[in-house]
């Protein structure tokens, strides 16, 4: 299976400060990358850079998508990449989302930027068959509701609905479970794992969520201070972790099984003083550590 997005040798600067360091990653066709690590990983401004907003940065290496290096094309073709074959779920809905627009006119923004052609009516329609596929109830009659006026997780469906309105060949979700309980969680996760199966998408799934993650990635990414420590498929990462903090950030969550008389993994925060060169210690399975 050929890859959808291949990231090569990326390096994000901000002034002297390397937020991202040599990172490379690829993403199959229909495939799902879960990237992990705590906040300040790099993960967030990884989906920046690959959607191209980070204009503040110096970001060095390449970025390809379908074969197309991301990182070398102008903005009006990058444009019109962003929000039709690459969209982004963003982490926070009631910052993302416009307070004083009515959700279904936020939704038709997105299709009217990349469809200038349809008319109103069928730009409506677009929209009532995102909403719809993103189960929101009756969106012919919400499609004027503002967001105040949906719950949490709603407003995380409309946050949904406009990045797949375009039907994308990659979405990237940022955090999208973040801030939600556990039942709202249950329901985003399995609504997205119905629209990968509908859809073909492939993802990037960004979580500091390792139980979030162990649900839908195919495969699985550590990070730690910009740099990638471990990647592989999701059973090994998760049931054989090799590299030390995968072990420890596994060993810090509690199970059902977890011994409540024995305290759980600490997480050392020293940066590790040496780079290690990443080795592949089973087949499809890196580590950043000595042979």
Same mark, same amino acid.
């Given at each position: $299976?050929? @890859? &959808?997005?291949e990231?090569?040798n990326?390096?994000?600067?901000? =002034? @002297?400060?390397? *937020?991202?360091d040599?990172?490379?990653?690829?993403?199959?066709? #229909?495939?799902?990358?879960?990237?992990?690590?705590? @906040?300040?990983?790099?993960?967030?401004?990884?989906?920046?850079?690959? &959607?191209?907003?980070? %204009?503040?940065?110096?970001?060095?290496?390449?970025?390809?998508? %379908?074969?197309?290096?991301? !990182?070398?094309?102008g903005?009006e073709?990058?444009?019109?990449?962003?929000? +039709? %074959?690459?969209?982004?779920?963003?982490?926070?809905?009631?910052?993302?989302?416009?307070?004083?627009?009515?959700?279904g006119?936020?939704? #038709? /923004?997105?299709? +009217?930027?990349?469809?200038?052609?349809?008319s109103?009516?069928?730009?409506?329609?677009?929209?009532l068959? #995102?909403?719809?596929?993103?189960?929101?109830?009756?969106p012919?009659?919400?499609?004027?509701?503002?967001?105040?006026?949906?719950?949490?997780?709603? +407003?995380?469906?409309?946050?949904?609905?406009? *990045?797949?309105?375009?039907?994308?060949?990659l &979405?990237?979700? %940022?955090?999208?479970?973040?801030? &939600?309980?556990?039942?709202?969680?249950?329901q985003i996760?399995e609504?997205?794992?119905?629209?990968? /199966?509908?859809?073909?998408?492939? $993802?990037?799934?960004?979580?500091?969520?390792?139980?979030?993650?162990?649900?839908?990635?195919? +495969?699985?990414?550590? $990070?730690?201070?910009?740099?990638? !420590?471990?990647? =592989?498929?999701?059973?090994?990462?998760?049931?054989?972790?090799?590299? @030390?903090y995968?072990?420890?950030? $596994? =060993?810090?969550?509690p199970?059902?099984?977890?011994?409540?008389?024995r305290?759980?993994?600490?997480?050392e925060?020293?940066?590790?003083?040496?780079?290690?060169?990443?080795?592949?210690?089973?087949?499809g399975?890196?580590?950043?550590?000595?042979?």
């Amino acid at each position: $299976m050929g @890859s &959808l997005l291949e990231i090569k040798n990326l390096t994000i600067r901000f =002034g @002297s400060k390397v *937020a991202v360091d040599d990172l490379s990653l690829r993403i199959g066709q #229909a495939q799902v990358l879960g990237l992990v690590g705590e @906040s300040g990983s790099g993960k967030s401004v990884t989906a920046l850079a690959v &959607l191209r907003l980070l %204009d503040a940065a110096r970001v060095e290496g390449a970025i390809r998508f %379908d074969g197309t290096n991301l !990182l070398a094309l102008g903005p009006e073709a990058m444009r019109k990449l962003r929000g +039709r %074959d690459i969209a982004m779920i963003f982490q926070e809905p009631m910052t993302a989302l416009n307070p004083v627009m009515c959700v279904g006119e936020q939704i #038709a /923004e997105a299709v +009217r930027a990349h469809n200038p052609g349809r008319s109103r009516s069928e730009v409506r329609d677009s929209v009532l068959q #995102a909403m719809e596929s993103v189960a929101i109830p009756d969106p012919a009659r919400r499609y004027r509701d503002y967001p105040h006026q949906f719950s949490g997780g709603q +407003r995380q469906r409309i946050m949904i609905a406009m *990045a797949i309105a375009n039907r994308p060949r990659l &979405l990237i979700a %940022d955090e999208p479970t973040t801030a &939600l309980d556990v039942t709202v969680q249950k329901q985003i996760l399995e609504l997205l794992a119905d629209l990968r /199966e509908r859809f073909g998408l492939t $993802m990037l799934f960004i979580s500091h969520d390792l139980a979030v993650v162990s649900q839908v990635a195919d +495969r699985v990414a550590v $990070m730690r201070h910009g740099l990638l !420590l471990e990647e =592989g498929p999701r059973e090994a990462v998760f049931h054989k972790p090799v590299h @030390s903090y995968t072990k420890a950030l $596994m =060993g810090a969550v509690p199970t059902m099984s977890t011994d409540i008389a024995r305290p759980l993994a600490v997480v050392e925060k020293a940066r590790e003083s040496a780079v290690l060169p990443l080795r592949e210690c089973s087949p499809g399975h890196w580590v950043r550590s000595t042979a």
